[in-house]
């Protein structure tokens, strides 16, 4: 490869291998999520007894987490530093930056900024956690600037797959910090706002000490396309059918929402709303001008039937597959309201979100045998990303030309390919930060860099349980879904711990018992001889149930090559 070009890029150079001074004011940055993964961001800029939070968001859990609902940020260093938060800011609407907010206010009270739709939809979500009441939101605009302790806070506006999302510039004693929020360059918007180049410029002006990128999409080259072209797309294939048709997407996504009800409009077909989520999100999206109905257009769920196939269109939650959301259920016939029937079109205007391929190809496979025609991602341009691909990315960095970066919102790969696009433009390996969670960076006006870490990690959400999950219950739930479990039931005399009934053998996941009748039984005998046959007379229930957990777990394996979880229960009579 040749050497790199600079591309007119010109970054600001600092003095040659400066040393730290004690005199120059140091700021930290200290990521507590969204950095070597995608989801629950939250970024902590903290100088003397300041500090400010960036996001506060959820992570949905991979399959390994069995059961698991929402994965959090561990907030601990927020906590102890309390006195210091002086407010967290929200960049958009989505579940992986506003989604841990409710977990965070129960934990800290501080104020919350964010626009009108984020606050909409956090409104709705601390009512949900009754937090509603004491809740002290900001609303803001992208033209706000807000002082908070020793910073300087503005905002400008970035195109995402949500209205309202901002990214967040904050000058700070130790010079200017930019964070993207999640954005991507759409030069013909839904609702014509483009980004704010003009501000990005003049940061760039003024020098930016630190930017914090959006990588998700840097392996991807070329412009992510405008929102717009899913609305052609969606034109095609209204012009084309006379059925019923039903489009499932993000229930976020307003301006793919706003498109489906335009689409609608000019076809004279009506619209209902159907998933739980899709109905909140409407509902805010509308009360707050963010969208745009003609009056009668919306119908309920009950009276779709009342239309010709040709006047109906319905708008749903089940993109990803999830089991309980609607359109899931419409395609097994298990949704109240709504069952996909033969000749139906049903259009998918989602990609899956890595690790729900499956459940999503499961989904389509149930449409097609029951008769539908479906469309999605591979077979036409039914939906388009978020998130800036990498010359939107150089565009950013051409903008802004920062001396540091850390990219965020992506795993390790792509804070790596990150680093090699930005050296195609003249920024310094070493400037790129790989980022882990719970480092701190202290930034002073000449350079950035890692000094230290805080506590920090992930918190397990199971039901209303938040952190009450840890690792040895997770690998509990592994070890029940691959070996199963035993319980050895025994009934002992108190006196002299003789076997008086059993032991009786229940398996659940391990065996098929009618046709494992013969080792079970066999388990049994050995349980009763090695409790028979032990020198002690002991009744200490500890050694007893340690003898009958050691003897099954080495039969069972011995027989199966499988580990069950073995619960001995021991009864005294
Ligand atoms: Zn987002
Ligand atoms: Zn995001």
């Not at 069995?66 to 407010?87: C, E, F, H, S």
């Not at 600037?145 to 004693?173: C, K, L, M, Y």
Request: proline share 5%.
């Amino acid at each position: 490869m040749s050497r790199p070009k600079k591309n007119g890029y010109r970054p600001r150079r600092g003095k040659t291998k400066p040393k730290p001074k004690s005199t120059l004011p140091t700021v930290s940055v200290i990521p507590l999520g969204g950095v070597g993964e995608v989801g629950k961001n939250m970024l902590v800029i903290e100088y003397g007894d300041d500090i400010i939070v960036i996001d506060s968001g959820v992570k949905f859990p991979g399959e390994e987490l069995l059961g698991i609902d929402l994965v959090i940020p561990d907030i601990t260093y927020l906590v102890q530093n309390a006195d210091k938060v002086r407010g967290i800011f929200l960049t958009h609407g989505h579940e992986d930056h506003i989604g841990g907010l409710p977990f965070t206010l129960k934990q800290i009270q501080v104020p919350v900024y964010g626009t009108r739709l984020t606050l909409g939809l956090v409104k709705n979500k601390l009512t949900e956690h009754g937090l509603i009441r004491d809740a002290k939101l900001h609303e803001i605009t992208a033209d706000d600037v807000v002082n908070v302790g020793a910073f300087q806070v503005e905002f400008f506006r970035v195109n995402h797959s949500i209205p309202d999302g901002i990214g967040i510039a904050v000058r700070t004693p130790a010079g200017l910090i930019v964070h993207s929020g999640d954005f991507k360059l759409d030069q013909t918007p839904v609702d014509d706002k483009v980004l704010e180049f003009s501000k990005l410029a003049r940061y760039g002006d003024e020098g930016v000490m630190l930017f914090i990128c959006d990588s998700t999409n840097v392996e991807r080259p070329g412009y992510t396309p405008s929102e717009r072209t899913v609305g052609d797309t969606f034109r095609s294939v209204f012009a084309k059918t006379d059925s019923r048709i039903i489009i499932a997407t993000f229930a976020s996504n307003v301006h793919r929402i706003q498109q489906v009800i335009d689409t609608a409009a000019e076809f004279n077909r009506k619209v209902a709303v159907v998933g739980r989520s899709m109905v909140t999100v409407v509902d805010v999206s509308q009360q707050l001008g963010y969208l745009n109905i003609p009056k009668g257009m919306l119908i309920e769920a009950e009276e779709i039937d009342r239309l010709p196939d040709n006047q109906v269109t319905i708008i749903t939650t089940g993109s990803q597959g999830e089991p309980m959301a609607a359109l899931t259920r419409m395609a097994t016939n298990n949704h109240r309201q709504v069952a996909i029937r033969q000749g139906d079109t049903v259009i998918i205007s989602a990609t899956p979100i890595p690790g729900n391929e499956k459940l999503v190809s499961r989904t389509i496979d149930n449409l097609f045998r029951i008769g539908a025609d479906v469309v999605y991602k591979e077979v036409a341009n039914v939906h388009v990303s978020g998130h800036a691909a990498q010359q939107e990315i150089k565009l950013m960095l051409n903008f802004l030309r920062p001396k540091y970066v850390i990219p965020f919102h992506g795993e390790y790969r792509h804070q790596a390919t990150f680093a090699k696009l930005g050296q195609t433009m003249g920024i310094p390996d070493e400037h790129i930060l790989r980022v882990n969670i719970g480092e701190r960076y202290e930034m002073n006006e000449e350079m950035v860099q890692m000094t230290g870490t805080v506590e920090a990690g992930s918190v397990m959400v199971d039901g209303i349980g938040v952190g009450d999950v840890g690792n040895i219950v997770l690998r509990d739930r592994h070890h029940l879904a691959q070996d199963g479990v035993v319980i050895a039931v025994v009934t002992i005399d108190k006196e002299n711990g003789n076997v008086l009934a059993g032991p009786d053998l229940v398996s659940r996941g391990f065996v098929f018992v009618r046709e494992a009748g013969d080792m079970l039984g066999e388990a049994k005998s050995r349980v009763k001889d090695a409790l028979t046959g032990r020198n002690t007379g002991t009744t200490e229930w500890s050694v007893l149930k340690n003898l009958i957990r050691d003897t099954l777990n080495e039969f069972f394996y011995q027989k199966t090559k499988r580990r069950p979880i073995v619960l001995p229960i021991i009864m005294e009579i």
